[in-house]
């Protein structure tokens, strides 16, 4: 490949100094130039595909390379995957640490994911007690590319989690913002930064292409739930206890209105996939609100695959 690019560089220098000299003896042949142009036109696509070509390999060997050395999963059918997708902020790190109480540091990192392993006691039969290693992996979201480059290396995901918000976590300058801050910034112009926030979500996390990215990366035989939670709604609920917003608004229903764009482009997809497990959840991440319900239906759904795997395995 090397030489045909050397070959194809040097043919169009050539081509590039006839035409030149062409010009310079005031020769203007159409039928020539417009061989020439031809010839030119022909041969840059096939420069620029054979350097893209060269360029892309070395990303995917780099990418492949940190993958190998660090060793980073040991995704398997007997292993509950999990691959969460989401906004920097949304509150992920935070969801993690709320669902876990044991130890949540990464067990690797890479600059597009952060891995995490627990084993989660299960009960598989009446007086039998068995752990489920649950695997998870947390995307950073800073090049969609590397969701490809991923694929390889976990074919397992069993589900799919997105997660969004419906609060800031940080000012425009970058700054923490405490609930306080949140509530003080919602309370000049609710429906305005309330969708500010929203926007952020589906044009740079959760636009259909970006989506669509997700599930050509995770889909396989084993992908069967997907869920689409929805962070933060212990702010909103603050702003109504303190009669910010109307007392008489139904926060569900909003919120989910807010973001049915987002859910029906899921639902579509899940349908694509042959996924019939697919749920929108309003959860509290810092209150632990509806998380452990949410992940405890997961796994219950995942260890009655295990236990039937098993039980036709005998």
Do not use: W
């Not at 969701?147 to 970058?174: G, M």
């Not at 709604?233 to 764009?261: A, H, P, T, W």
């Amino acid at each position: 490949m090397k030489i045909l690019k050397i070959i194809l560089i040097i043919v169009l220098m050539l081509i590039l100094a006839f035409l030149s000299f062409m010009m310079y003896q005031g020769i203007f042949d159409s039928k020539v130039i417009i061989a020439i142009l031809s010839l030119i036109t022909v041969t840059i696509p096939l420069i620029i595909k054979e350097i893209s070509k060269h360029y892309s390999n070395k990303q995917k060997e780099s990418v492949d390379d940190t993958v190998s050395k660090n060793n980073i999963l040991m995704s398997g059918e007997n292993t509950f995957d999990v691959f969460m997708y989401g906004h920097s902020g949304s509150g992920k790190t935070t969801f993690i640490q709320r669902l876990f109480t044991f130890d949540t540091s990464p067990i690797e990192s890479t600059p597009s994911f952060d891995y995490y392993q627990f084993d989660v006691p299960l009960k598989m039969k009446d007086n039998e007690k068995s752990t489920i290693t649950v695997q998870l992996a947390d995307y950073k979201g800073q090049d969609v590319t590397q969701l490809f480059e991923a694929a390889k290396k976990n074919s397992y995901i069993d589900t799919i989690i997105f997660i969004a918000d419906v609060a800031p976590t940080h000012s425009e300058k970058k700054e923490k913002l405490s609930n306080e801050q949140i509530i003080k910034l919602y309370s000049d112009d609710f429906e305005k930064e309330l969708n500010k926030r929203i926007n952020v979500h589906r044009h740079k996390y959760l636009s259909e292409f970006l989506m669509q990215a997700v599930f050509t990366y995770a889909a396989s035989d084993f992908l069967k739930s997907v869920r689409f939670v929805i962070n933060k709604i212990d702010i909103l609920e603050e702003l109504k206890k303190r009669q910010i917003i109307d007392s008489q608004l139904d926060i569900e229903e909003y919120v989910l209105n807010q973001y049915s764009e987002t859910i029906h482009h899921l639902k579509e997809f899940c349908s694509h996939n042959d996924i019939i497990d697919f749920k929108t959840i309003l959860i509290s991440a810092e209150k632990s609100k509806n998380t452990k319900e949410m992940f405890t239906d997961l796994l219950n759904r995942f260890s009655k695959k295990l236990k039937k795997t098993i039980n036709n395995e005998r």
